[in-house]
């Protein structure tokens, strides 16, 4: 036999013995609980390095897999009921999918999202998210949309303007980056975290050709815009208050002719009224949960 056929006879029983791999994995995940706790060690190799040396010329295919894996993880336990454990192996297989393969851009970047967003969102992890990132930095370090994710780590999750401004500075610097984070990483030293800077974040990235990243920037915009709305009509309210010892209502501003109806957000959700003080907010109940809480703040000058 020829070394060409011995070559595409190994390849053959590799993929073979890969495929059988992938449906004994979907077998046991269809046979057991996905959240038996005294299996899940076995379940992944931990070590990147190692695996990448087990995984021999496969490792993009396997990359592949630990994505998806992480996608179902995640997915999974968004979707559960219960609490314990959540998001527990979300970073580990981050980790093993960029280690197998260090050229992931969307492993890096949808990955940073799903460990920073805040419970039950995501593990409320931007420690992880800015590993992560600087892990691919690492392999790619004239990326500038890893520094600009940092920055947004720093912005919109840690409010801390100071290190946003320094990498998205960082951003800047590297080859082909936009002229736009310049004035960005001047204005985050400059104004802090108002919500005009947040829309300008956002608005930025709607121009992204990744169409994850665009859904994500319109998101944030429509988180904005509640929180502008619940600004509004919280000044509303307090403008109009309720008689004495009455508490703020919106069925007595109704009465009142100041509102047409109960104001409902984008989702169709009502904004919640606090009785004792006129403030308005987002409701737990709105699809646009959680919220952030960066867009109202305001360093001082």
Do not use: C
């Not at 968004?78 to 960029?98: I, M, S």
């Not at 949309?145 to 998205?168: C, K, N, P, R, S």
């Not at 984070?181 to 108002?194: E, I, K």
């Amino acid at each position: 036999m020829s070394t060409r056929s011995w070559r595409l006879l190994a390849l053959a029983g590799a993929v073979t013995v890969f495929a059988a791999g992938i449906g004994l994995q979907v077998a046991r995940d269809r046979l057991y609980p996905r959240e038996a706790p005294e299996l899940e060690p076995l379940l992944y190799v931990r070590s990147g390095a190692t695996l990448k040396r087990l995984a021999l010329a496969f490792d993009a295919l396997l990359s592949d897999v630990y994505w998806i894996r992480a996608i179902q993880h995640y997915g999974g336990d968004r979707l559960a009921g219960h609490q314990e454990r959540k998001y527990r192996l979300l970073y580990p297989l981050l980790d093993l999918t960029t280690s197998l393969d260090p050229y992931f851009t969307i492993a890096y970047r949808f990955g940073a999202i799903f460990l920073s967003e805040a419970y039950p969102g995501g593990p409320g992890r931007p420690d992880q998210a800015v590993a992560l990132l600087r892990k691919g930095i690492g392999a790619q370090p004239g990326k500038w949309q890893y520094y600009l994710d940092i920055g947004f780590v720093h912005y919109w999750h840690l409010q801390d303007y100071t290190a946003a401004a320094h990498w998205f500075q960082k951003a800047a610097d590297q080859p082909g980056a936009p002229n736009w984070l310049r004035p960005l990483a001047a204005s985050m030293l400059t104004v802090g975290g108002d919500r005009a800077s947040a829309r300008f974040l956002w608005q930025q990235l709607l121009q992204s050709d990744q169409e994850w990243l665009r859904r994500t920037a319109e998101r944030r915009l429509l988180q904005i815009d509640a929180l502008e709305a619940a600004a509004r009509l919280t000044a509303l309210a307090q403008r109009f208050p309720p008689p004495a010892g009455q508490p703020h209502t919106w069925e007595d501003l109704v009465r009142r002719g100041v509102l047409r109806g109960v104001p409902l957000d984008v989702t169709g959700a009502p904004f919640e009224l606090d009785a004792g003080t006129g403030e308005a907010r987002v409701s737990p109940r709105s699809a646009l949960q959680p919220m952030p809480d960066v867009a109202t703040r305001r360093l001082p000058s």
